[in-house]
């Protein structure tokens, strides 16, 4: 295993036992706490949120993640009519 890997998969563990204990953070949150990379970050969030163990949901440039619940659905916005 690469020390990238090595790092991904330590950091996938840590994020994953702070919000089993925790529920919620926002993704700087965790990147401050743990001290990663943005490049780690997301590469652990992304294998954490395709294993189904976490949600995401944006917030300009941070995401709220959430431990083990996906998000409600919300329906699209309806589009903006110019008035002419």
């Known amino acids: ?3 990238l890997q090595e790092n991904i998969q330590t950091a ?4 994953a036992e ?3 204990e ?3 953070a926002t993704s700087w949150k965790l990147k401050i706490m743990f001290r990663l990379s943005s ?3 997301y590469l ?3 294998a954490l949120l395709s294993q189904g163990k976490i949600s995401l949901v ?6 709220h993640v959430t431990w083990g619940q996906q998000p409600a659905s919300v329906p699209p916005a309806a589009p903006i009519q ?3």
């Open 1 to 3: 295993m690469t020390p």
């Open 12 to 15: 996938t563990t840590r994020i």
């Open 18 to 20: 702070y919000l089993a």
């Open 22 to 24: 925790h529920q919620t």
């Open 39 to 41: 490049s780690v970050l």
């Open 44 to 46: 652990a969030l992304g």
């Open 58 to 63: 944006a917030d300009g440039i941070n995401y």
């Open 82 to 84: 110019e008035n002419m």
